[in-house]
């Protein structure tokens, strides 16, 4: 699928970027763990703007987050992981020229999007802890155990929050006439 790249397009890509940074920095407490908003608002952006925008958007937005707060080459990983996990949801909810019209495929998407980051985000942790700083396996996968309730956590609060904020905005931008300038 061939993607026309207009102003009005870069401009909704900074602004989806510009709120996944300021996502990122809202959490709150939830079962022992802490829900950020980020992952909402990349899969939010996955379903306005479709795979390639909606990514770059998610992992701009993040990457940029990790730089100020002094994550380094992290913060490379972070774009990744992000990119894929909104390119993952844009994809599917794009496929076969859909649109992210149908809301069963829009929550087979957000899931399928949200499982991809903590899969991706687990086999970061894997990486690290085992061959960037030489922990025992038995050492790495006691810290994975005990990152995955929280992964999951955020996973699962992404996949409720995405698809309600998508079906909430969604009506106000078609009738304004700019989600049809969102979407490839």
């Keep these: 699928m061939k993607e026309e790249l207009t102003t009005r397009r870069v401009i909704y890509t900074a602004l989806m970027a510009a709120l996944v940074y300021a996502a990122t920095m809202i959490a709150f407490p939830l079962l022992g763990s802490k ?23 998610s992992g701009l937005g993040s990457l ?15 774009f990744v992981s992000k990119f894929a996990m909104a390119w993952v949801c844009g994809a599917l909810a794009y496929a076969g020229k859909r649109r992210a019209e149908d809301h069963g495929r829009n929550l087979l ?41 929280a992964s999951a956590i955020n996973a699962v609060a992404a996949m409720v929050i995405a698809p309600i904020l998508y079906t909430a905005l969604r009506p106000a931008l078609k009738s304004a006439g700019q989600l049809d300038a969102m979407r490839p």
């Excluded at 990349?42 to 909606?54: A, R, V, Y």
């Design 35 to 57: 829900v950020r908003l980020a992952n909402s608002v990349s899969l939010l952006g996955s379903l306005l703007m479709g795979p390639l925008l909606g990514g770059l958007a």
């Design 64 to 78: 940029i987050y990790d730089i100020q707060t002094g994550y380094g080459f992290e913060s490379i990983i972070t």
């Design 109 to 149: 998407a957000v899931t399928a999007g949200a499982w991809t980051y903590v899969a991706l985000y687990m086999l970061k942790t894997f990486i690290f802890q085992r061959f960037v700083y030489g922990f025992p396996l038995d050492a790495v996968w006691a810290t994975m155990l005990s990152k995955l309730p």
